[in-house]
Nanobody, 119 residues
Framework: QVQLVESGGGLVQAGGSLRLSCAAS????????MGWFRQAPGKEREFVAA????????YYPDSVKGRFTISRDNAKNTVYLQVNSLKPEDTAVYYC????????????WGQGTQVTVSS
């Protein structure tokens, strides 16, 4: 079973950037597609990025397209989320999650990392 640990969050001014990391334990990281989600206080969890197991295809919602970039390094068992041009509305806890290549649902979640954007 893969376990996920996020890091890299923090307090940043509007317009700034952060690089979030999600480190996976275990040897089976490459069998999972990976995603990033976020949840702001009082709001539902929101999808922000996904990447296939090989890193060949990425997905973004319109709300972050052009500002967020997801990538992965299977040799390091790590997936990244580069977040640029941050806005106060990007403030949230950011979670990474894993979904098996065979399909199904995101079944493994990290504990989250807080991103706070000040205006």
């Amino acid at each position: 079973q893969v376990q996920l640990v996020e890091s890299g969050g923090g307090l940043v001014q509007a317009g700034g950037s952060l690089r979030l990391s999600c480190a996976a334990s275990g040897r089976t990281f490459s069998i999972y597609h990976m995603g990033w989600f976020r949840q702001a206080p009082g709001k539902e969890r929101e999808f922000v990025a996904a990447i296939t197991w090989s890193g060949g295809t990425t997905y973004y919602p319109d709300s972050v397209k052009g500002r967020f970039t997801i990538s992965r390094d299977n040799a390091k068992n790590t997936v990244y989320l580069q977040v640029n041009s941050l806005k106060p509305e990007d403030t949230a806890v950011y979670y990474c999650a894993a979904i098996p290549r065979a399909g199904g649902q995101y079944e493994i979640w990290g504990q989250g990392t807080q991103v706070t954007v000040s205006s």
